[in-house]
């Protein structure tokens, strides 16, 4: 599949096209057939290079992404190939004390999709189940796409932080 990668960190030089591999889902995950894939400021700080974070070359960006589901595990209940979806990007056990309290980003395996692992900037994208939401037909993917991280992000500044 054609994606978006760096092999190493850098300006927008660094950016190119290139085949990699198709992701391979697991029971509890779908693929998606990405239809847009938003640039957050997230993506920017990754490229550039985070102190810290290590990652596996060539990596492939963008936390935020809508498309339709291409493939789904066999545990996936409720989901099907087909529909629209937008994507959470925050990946999380979703079984520890933090996820079962619904702080998810407390989660000590918590990651985000583009930072920590394998991003939406690409033809497919595997990821839990419990992290695509369905969107109506006549939603447009860039929309859909441009909302999950800056929407989690200021959620939980105003409700979880300063309990609005």
């Not at 939603?139 to 909302?147: G, K, S, V």
């Amino acid at each position: 599949m054609k994606a978006l990668v760096f092999y190493e960190h850098g300006g927008i030089e660094k950016l190119q096209i290139a085949d990699v591999p198709k992701p391979t889902i697991g029971a509890d995950d779908v693929l998606i057939n990405v239809k847009a894939s938003a640039l957050n400021h997230l993506d920017l700080f990754v490229r550039e290079g985070l102190p810290g974070l290590k990652l596996t070359m060539p990596h492939i960006p963008g936390s935020d992404g809508a498309g339709v589901i291409a493939e789904v595990g066999t545990n996936v209940r409720g989901l099907q190939v087909g529909q629209r979806v937008t994507i959470n990007p925050g990946l999380s056990c979703g079984a520890c004390e933090f996820c079962v309290m619904g702080e998810h980003s407390l989660c000590p395996d918590f990651h985000i999709l583009g930072e920590h692992c394998a991003g939406t900037a690409a033809e497919f994208v595997r990821v839990p189940a419990r992290n695509v939401l369905p969107i109506p037909d006549d939603f447009p993917f860039e929309q859909a796409a441009a909302a999950p991280l800056v929407f989690l992000t200021a959620w939980r500044a105003l409700i979880s932080r300063a309990r609005g």
